[in-house]
């Protein structure tokens, strides 16, 4: 298979260079794409008040309309479906507003890591070069000598102990 990688995005980059108009100039700019799903956000929310609103005047409309001979409660059940569909609009709604906001906070993020990326990449790669090259110790006139026999490193914390031996010490 002789494909390069540029041939795999080919098709993407037709349909980028087609994307043309007001959209997509919101949808490079990640202010814009936050004021543009707020603008939409706040149509839902004046949508889901007045949905509210008329909510209320079905319940009174549904349930008022009794026939001769309903026995108590029949008008609620005949008017259960119609509400029960108008509170599953305004949750739509809510979920649609939460939607908006939470597209707009994801743009944002991914509009940072881009700008991050490049930061990114040339710490990783000063990483590595540490790596493979590591800095020579500082080359003093005597070697390095292990401790001696008397001596105890400090171990401090990490050190075995006992319960009673930690009056030395902080408690946590």
């Known amino acids: 298979m002789t494909s390069h990688n540029s041939d795999r995005f080919d098709g993407f980059t ?5 994307a043309e108009g007001p959209l997509a100039d919101i949808a490079r700019n990640p202010d814009a794409y936050a ?36 026995k108590w409660g029949q008008a609620w059940l005949r008017a259960f479906p119609v509400e029960q569909s108008v509170r599953s609009v305004i ?10 906001e939470k597209s707009a ?3 944002h993020a991914h509009a940072e890591g881009i700008r991050n990326v490049a930061k990114e990449r040339k710490e990783k790669e000063l990483e590595k070069s540490r ?8 080359v003093s006139g005597q070697p390095a000598q292990p401790p001696q026999a008397g001596q ?13 031996g930690l009056s030395d010490r902080d408690s946590a």
């Not at 037709?14 to 087609?18: G, L, M, P, Y």
């Not at 949750?91 to 908006?100: I, Q, V, Y």
């Not at 790596?131 to 500082?138: E, F, G, H, S, Y």
């Open 14 to 18: 037709q349909n980028a260079v087609e």
């Open 35 to 70: 004021r543009y799903l707020a603008d939409l956000q706040r149509v839902l929310l004046e949508m889901k008040r007045n949905i509210e609103t008329l909510q209320t005047h079905v319940r009174v409309h549904c349930r008022g309309q009794r026939v001769e001979g309903d």
């Open 91 to 100: 949750s739509d709604l809510e979920s649609l507003a939460k939607g908006l």
């Open 105 to 107: 906070h994801k743009h």
């Open 131 to 138: 790596k493979k090259n590591p800095l020579p110790q500082a």
């Open 152 to 164: 105890t490193p400090n171990m401090g914390y990490s050190g075995p102990t006992s319960l009673w």
